[in-house]
C-alpha cells in the first residue's frame, strides 16, 4: 500500500494538517541546525537555519506534495562534519535530533490535549470538535515523522544514522549507492511495496501514543 493512502485528510481538514506540517518541518529542521551548531559545525546557522522561521525551512515543492501525494519534506539542512571533533558521535545527534523534535512535539500535543480535556470545561466545548481534530492529527503525524524519518532508507536520518554508525569501509561502500536512494524511496512510496515498509509504521504509531496515554493520564 502506497503511504499517500496512510495520510488521505478529507479537505475540511487539511488548514490543521498545514500548520502540523510547518511546525513538524520547522523544529525538525531547527533541531538538526542546532545541534550541529553545538557541535561546532556553523554552517546552518550561517545560512540562517538556525531560526524558527518556517521560510527557512520549508520546501515549496515538497510541502506541495505532502497533500497531493501523502509524503513530502523540508530543505534539509547543510552539515559539515569536518567541523566536528567527533565526527560519528556528532553524525549520530544530529540525525537523530530532528526524529526525537518531532516525538516530543507528539508528546506535548497529548499533554496539552489530555489538560484541555480534564481542565477546559465548558471553554473547550465550544471549539469541538474542530479542537479534537486539530489535536489527532497534531500527534498523529508527528508521530509518523518521528517513525517515517527513522526509517533505514536514504535519504532519511535513519538511514544518515547507519552510516555513521558502521565502518568506514562500509560507509564508503553505502556512498555509492545513494544516488539510487531517491529512486528506491519513490517506488516504496508510490507502490503497493510501500505496505511491507510503511504498513507497520501505524502500528507502532498506535503503540507509542498508547505510552503516551499511560504516562499523561494518570498524572493528571
Known amino acids: 500500500m502506497p503511504l499517500n493512502?496512510?495520510?488521505?485528510?478529507?479537505?475540511?481538514l487539511i488548514p490543521y494538517v498545514a500548520i502540523t506540517l510547518v511546525v513538524a518541518f520547522t523544529m525538525h529542521e531547527l533541531a538538526h541546525a542546532y545541534v550541529a551548531y553545538r557541535f561546532g559545525d556553523p554552517t546552518a546557522k550561517n545560512q540562517g537555519r538556525l531560526t524558527l522561521n518556517p521560510l527557512k525551512h520549508l520546501d515549496i515543492f515538497g510541502t506541495i506534495l505532502i497533500f497531493v501525494a501523502g509524503f513530502g519534506w523540508a530543505?534539509?539542512?547543510?552539515?559539515?562534519?569536518?567541523h566536528f571533533k567527533k565526527p560519528r558521535l556528532a553524525g549520530i545527534c544530529v540525525s537523530i535530533a530532528g526524529?526525537?523534535?518531532n516525538?516530543?512535539?507528539?508528546?506535548?500535543g497529548f499533554f496539552v490535549y489530555v489538560l484541555l480535556q480534564k481542565f477546559g470545561g465548558e471553554w473547550i466545548m465550544r471549539f469541538e470538535p474542530g479542537l479534537d481534530n486539530f489535536f489527532l492529527i497534531f500527534i498523529n503525524l508527528n508521530v509518523i515523522?518521528?517513525?517515517?524519518?527513522?526509517?533505514?532508507?536514504?535519504?532519511?536520518?535513519?538511514?544518515?544514522?547507519?552510516?555513521?554508525?558502521v565502518s568506514p569501509r562500509i560507509r564508503a561502500k553505502m556512498t555509492q549507492f545513494e544516488q539510487y536512494g531517491i529512486i528506491i524511496f519513490l517506488i516504496f512510496v508510490i507502490t503497493p511495496l510501500g505496505q511491507f515498509v510503511f504498513g507497520p509504521l501505524i502500528?507502532?504509531?498506535?503503540?507509542?501514543?498508547?505510552?503516551f496515554n499511560l504516562i499523561l493520564k494518570p498524572l493528571l
Not at 493512502?5 to 475540511?12: A, G, I, M
Not at 502500528?203 to 498508547?210: K, L, P, V
Request: glycine fraction near 4%; charged fraction near 15%.
Open 5 to 12: 493512502q496512510f495520510l488521505v485528510y478529507p479537505l475540511e
Open 75 to 82: 530543505r534539509p539542512v547543510p552539515v559539515n562534519r569536518y
Open 99 to 101: 526524529p526525537l523534535s
Open 103 to 108: 516525538l516530543v512535539l507528539a508528546f506535548l
Open 145 to 165: 515523522l518521528f517513525l517515517f524519518n527513522l526509517l533505514p532508507l536514504p535519504p532519511l536520518d535513519g538511514y544518515r544514522i547507519i552510516e555513521d554508525v
Open 203 to 211: 502500528g507502532m504509531r498506535d503503540q507509542i501514543i498508547y505510552w
